[in-house]
């Protein structure tokens, strides 16, 4: 699976979510070093 552009919601989930905390290519999602981005990690670095 792959992917050409990421949206990140949070920075946390319930209350603390809901907001675009990252958005771009998969690399600038890790960049930013969300949670997400620190999920996408690993997977971009195979």
Same mark, same amino acid.
């Given at each position: 699976?792959?992917? =050409?552009? *990421?949206?990140? /919601? +949070?920075?946390?989930? +319930? #209350? =603390?979510?809901?907001?675009?905390? !990252?958005? #771009? &290519?998969?690399?600038?999602? *890790?960049?930013? #070093?969300?949670?997400? #981005?620190? !999920? /996408?990690? &690993?997977? /971009?670095?195979?």
């Amino acid at each position: 699976m792959e992917a =050409d552009w *990421v949206i990140d /919601l +949070g920075p946390e989930g +319930g #209350g =603390d979510g809901g907001r675009v905390v !990252a958005a #771009g &290519p998969p690399e600038r999602v *890790v960049a930013a #070093g969300t949670h997400t #981005g620190a !999920a /996408l990690a &690993p997977v /971009l670095a195979r």
